[in-house]
C-alpha cells in the first residue's frame, strides 16, 4: 500500500514541475512577440520618415522581408538584452525569414498579396515556436 502511496505522489509532482517550465517559455515566446513587433514600429516609422519604404501594394514580398528585418532587429535587440546566446538569437531571427518561401506563389498569382500576409505571419509564428521547443532547455531557465 506504500508503493501505490508514494506513486501517486510521485504522479501528482511531476506536473507541477513541468508547469513552471512551460510557463517560462509561453512568456518567452510572448516577450519575442512583443519585442519583434517594437521592432517593426519603431523601425519601421524610421524606414518611413527616411523614404525607406516599399509598398506592400506593389512589392509584397520586398515589404514582406523589410518587415521581417525589422522584427529580427528587434527580436535581436531584447534576446541579447535578455543574455541569449549568438546561436539561439540568430536562429529565433531566422525564423523570421522563413515565409519568403511562399512569396514565388505571390509572383505566380497563386495567392493574393493579403493572403500571402497571413499566412506569412502564420508561417512566422509557428517557425518561432519550433524554435522554442528545439531549444526550449535554454529558454526555460
Request: charged content about 15%.
Amino acid at each position: 500500500m506504500a508503493t501505490t502511496s508514494r506513486t501517486l505522489e510521485s504522479d501528482q509532482r511531476a506536473p507541477a514541475h513541468a508547469r513552471p517550465v512551460w510557463r517560462r517559455l509561453a512568456l518567452h515566446y510572448v516577450e519575442m512577440v512583443l519585442a519583434m513587433s517594437a521592432g517593426m514600429l519603431v523601425l519601421g516609422a524610421l524606414r518611413d520618415v527616411l523614404g525607406f519604404t516599399v509598398a506592400f501594394e506593389e512589392r509584397p514580398g520586398a515589404h514582406y522581408l523589410l518587415m521581417a528585418t525589422d522584427m529580427a532587429i528587434g527580436m535581436a535587440a531584447w534576446m541579447r538584452l535578455r543574455r541569449h546566446g549568438w546561436a539561439c538569437t540568430v536562429e529565433m531571427c531566422a525564423a523570421m525569414y522563413v515565409p519568403a518561401v511562399l512569396v514565388p506563389l505571390v509572383w505566380a498569382d497563386v495567392v493574393s498579396a493579403m493572403a500571402f500576409m497571413t499566412a506569412a505571419h502564420v508561417l512566422m509564428m509557428a517557425a518561432m515556436l519550433a524554435v522554442l521547443v528545439r531549444r526550449r532547455h535554454e529558454y526555460a531557465h
